[in-house]
């Protein structure tokens, strides 16, 4: 074993993850109107937690918490069934902690920062020489090993991982300014108007929500933040603009720690925050070479999975045929002479006869009645698609009965449906 690596394991031995997943999301509309946006289903099988819950499992990070607040039940459930297989009696543990007043019988977790600020007796406990902060949120994968390194190479107290974007992205993130040896000398949460990378007009620098701290350091910045009546007790929006300001903290580009297939491969990190970029990140996964990788047994997405049978695709007559082309279908799915093209379909779905869906998201149990035809769809889990059914041809009507998007997405939920009769 080459000394680096041996370096990076001594690291991740001594950090503990916290995983905040108590935000709601609401960009999502009705997908996180009974659920948080990290239990939020992706990708056929998955929640969105899981791809940084595998991220830490896979760098590996063995001590984790996960920090919820937003109607949590979903994903609470969730990381019980899918995610208990860690061993306490080798130091290992997902510990969930759901806003509880811990400091006061009137304040729940009030910004991201004072989550982890609130559970600082249970984190002592654990005795780390450093934190990994991490949001529940976002579609990536990242060796947290190699970013624990560099966060020690470069001697801050906090490193904060970043990313270029387009510039047209830039207003919903984190958008930072760094010398050369990555210090970071300007932060800005969400700026209405975000300055450009210098030489690149087109591209930002923008935070990932990840972040590294030493724990002493931690600790103490979390308790200044604590006492300052004019916080909002958040990291993105308070604490390492705080810190940049103070020049206490480094940037870790993200092209050193991505996970990828090949060389050439896209740097890929996705906020599937709102319905368009939900939708269109789904689809990517249906391609011939998808940007994202879930296919690669060097880096498992894990996840929990119901015992379901195989896909099934019945009937071969004219007019009739049950058949999916350039699409992924989950276990416990039926296409009963239906049809489905460039679709990603969940888990015990059923298609019916003369059914049509094209460029559709649908998730788990959904059943779609004959003669129903959907374009640019994401479908709630649940639904029932009644028959003849047509979405995704009139604008107009589509906006009328469903959510259609900025980007002419349909989002359909159960409720929707309910209000047609």
């Known amino acids: 074993m080459l000394a680096a690596e041996r370096v990076q394991q001594r690291l991740v031995r001594r950090t503990l993850a916290l995983v905040l997943a108590g935000g709601r999301g609401s960009r999502l509309r009705g997908l996180t109107d009974r659920r948080a946006k990290p239990a939020v289903f992706f990708g056929g099988k998955f929640r969105i937690i899981d791809f940084t819950l595998s991220n830490c499992l896979n760098s590996g990070l063995r001590r984790i918490a996960v920090l919820t607040q937003y109607k949590a039940h979903s994903l609470l459930r ?149 006492r300052d009546p004019a916080s909002s007790h958040d990291f993105g929006k308070d604490v390492i603009p705080n810190l940049v300001g103070r020049g206490l903290a480094a940037a870790h580009s993200f092209e050193e720690s991505c996970v990828k297939t090949t060389p050439e491969a896209e740097t890929y990190w996705r906020d599937v925050g709102t319905v368009d970029a939900y939708w269109a990140a789904n689809l990517d996964l249906v391609r011939w070479v998808p940007s994202l990788d879930i296919y690669d047994p060097d880096w498992p997405i894990w996840s929990y999975q119901e015992q379901l049978p195989p896909a099934k695709f019945v009937f071969d007559d004219d007019g009739r045929r049950g058949m999916a082309v350039d699409s992924m279908v989950a276990g416990g799915c039926i296409i009963s002479g239906g049809e489905a093209r460039r679709s990603l379909i969940f888990s015990k779905c059923r298609i019916e006869a003369h059914a049509e869906i094209g460029e559709a998201v649908v998730l788990p149990e959904v059943q779609i009645g004959q003669h129903a035809r959907l374009r640019r769809v994401v479908i709630d889990r649940g639904c029932r698609i009644p028959q003849g059914l047509v979405v995704g041809e009139d604008p107009r009507l589509d906006a009328e009965r469903f959510d259609r998007s900025e980007g002419g997405v349909t989002l359909v939920t159960a409720e929707m449906l309910a209000a047609l009769k």
């Open 78 to 226: 969730h990381l019980q069934m899918g995610w208990s297989f860690l061993r306490p009696e080798m130091n290992e543990f997902l510990d969930l902690l759901p806003a509880q007043q811990r400091i006061d019988e009137a304040s729940w977790y009030r910004g991201t920062a004072d989550a982890v600020f609130q559970n600082f007796d249970i984190f002592r406990a654990a005795n780390p020489q450093f934190f990994l902060i991490l949001a529940g949120d976002h579609i990536y994968k990242m060796d947290y090993a190699t970013l624990l390194a560099d966060h020690v190479d470069k001697g801050a107290g906090c490193t904060v991982a970043c990313i270029e974007v387009p510039l047209s992205e830039a207003s919903s993130l984190g958008v930072m300014t760094v010398d050369e040896t990555m210090r970071i000398l300007d932060f800005n949460e969400k700026p209405k108007n975000p300055l450009p990378m210098p030489g690149k007009g087109e591209r930002a620098l923008a935070s990932m929500g990840v972040y590294v701290f030493n724990a002493d350091f931690l600790y103490e910045e979390l308790e200044r933040d604590h």
